[in-house]
């Protein structure tokens, strides 16, 4: 019995990056007064946006050493008993849980970052950061995913993970409680298969909460352009305004060139991604109908609009493509990524896991958002992977926060081995994108002694993508990487075509899948991992108990 309850425990702490670079991490909470949004705010109650920074650290720095960064943020019993609440317990029962010894070690797990730590001297052949902004999914928040951003850190590059409020996150605090100040932002349960009578409504709650992100990621660019310009911007999260570290971004995060900044997202932080690219690259015009709604619209003249253009990296984790088809979205739905509007666009990646790639129906939603449409003439090719084994939680840091669990009942068989070829697909991504990162270790390439690379091969691709390292990972041959599999969805993928499910569509995506061979089973039978399966939700995406609501 003892030995089965310490597998209820989380690890200690995570894995180390293995990137050349130590990482530093912040806590950051700015006034949204403070902040210039190209568009207006979609709810006033919002007045900060929170978001934890992961960057390479500095360790020549003469600097007194710092506190270890734990994993469950600060109010600590907050998010806890959020958790359990969005888990299913009561509130009661959730407080409850919070004393039970067995669950107190989450209060204790670190992330290996070093708190408030100095930032290191951009790569050689750089002289700034490149930058990512990575949105979590339902159920995130800005520690949420830190083994995945915290390695790309440590391969040279300044990720930022919001926190979103639009209650996607389990509970998001804000600054501390004032009079008349902000309230926690708590978990807003909607259903993902609603019946009739309620899925306008459902409709406009997931628009809601699209548009709130998108305007947050809006005022994340706005904050990157101030830090990089020294601006001097309140951090409420710092424990004292002297204690503040804004200052060390100075002149160092490559912000302004377009097309540089990197967006990625998970889940639903990947359909928030897709809607923000395409809602500052498309902007409503006379083509545009009457029941589109638009959710994002920044100046033609902003920095915004000014930064996505074709060669805007995007990567996409395990995207949930329900959201993105709501009928009054659809005009923007059909529209290709801005990849594919210049020959020279940057190839979009898709990562997914094994049951994400296994439920048809957002497959086939995936596919339309990220395939060259047929009108398009251009080389570019989609990414398009998945780790063999994989669960949708093992791109967030629950793969590896309770890896018994994970392999006992989300049947992910190595959730850190997963993890790192997630990473290997996104660094090389990047180079492939002109993006200067670091070299992947040999370790993390897997290289054996005996191994043959190919010299050739290697040199070809090369002169293809000169900053290109890790080609096997991108590879479209089968068996170039163990358990990684390449999925190829065709170039000429009709991105207009109708879509076949959809909030609204619930009668017509029943007939749509029963008349493509689904059998309509909301998820496959214990133990059967090896068909498609329909499900509308990415909950019923999988065998019961595989995956967290979301």
Known sequence: MSAFLSHLSPIPSFPAYSGPYKVGTQDVEIPVSQLSSPTPSPDPSITTISFRLFYPYDVTANAPAKKSVHWLPDPQAN????YMKFLGSSPRLASLLSFLPILRPIFWTTIPAIRDGNLASPIKGSKRWPVMVFSHGLGGTRNGYSVLCGSLASHGMVVVAPEHRDGSAPISMGPKPLKGGQKPAEYRHLPHNPPKDLLRGVEDERMQQL?????ELGLVHDALLRFDKGEDLSNLAATSPQKSRLSIFTSTLDVHTPGKISWSGHSFGAATVIQFVKSVFYPPDSTTPADYKSLYNPPRDSPMTQQINASTPTILLDLWAIPLS???????????????TSPDGSPPLAILSEAF????????DTKRVIALPKTRSTKLKPLVFYPISSAHLSQSDFGLLYPYLTRKFMKALDPERTMRLNVRAILESLRRCNINVADTSSIDL????????????????????????????LATDEGMVRGWVNVNVGPELDVGMPTPKGFADEEKSWEWHVANGEDGDAGAADGDVDGLVNASSPGEAVVKGEMMKD
Request: glycine residues 4%; proline residues 7%.
């Open 326 to 340: 709501i009928p009054r979205l659809r005009w923007l739905w059909k529209k290709p990524l801005p990849a594919y």
């Open 446 to 473: 897997e290289i054996t002694e005996n191994e043959n690379i190919g010299i050739v091969k290697a040199l070809e691709n090369r002169q293809r993508w000169p900053l290109g390292q890790d080609h096997k990972i």
């Open 211 to 215: 548009k709130i992100r998108c305007w």
């Open 79 to 82: 998010y806890f008993q959020a």
């Open 357 to 364: 790639f296994k439920w048809k129906g957002n497959f086939e």
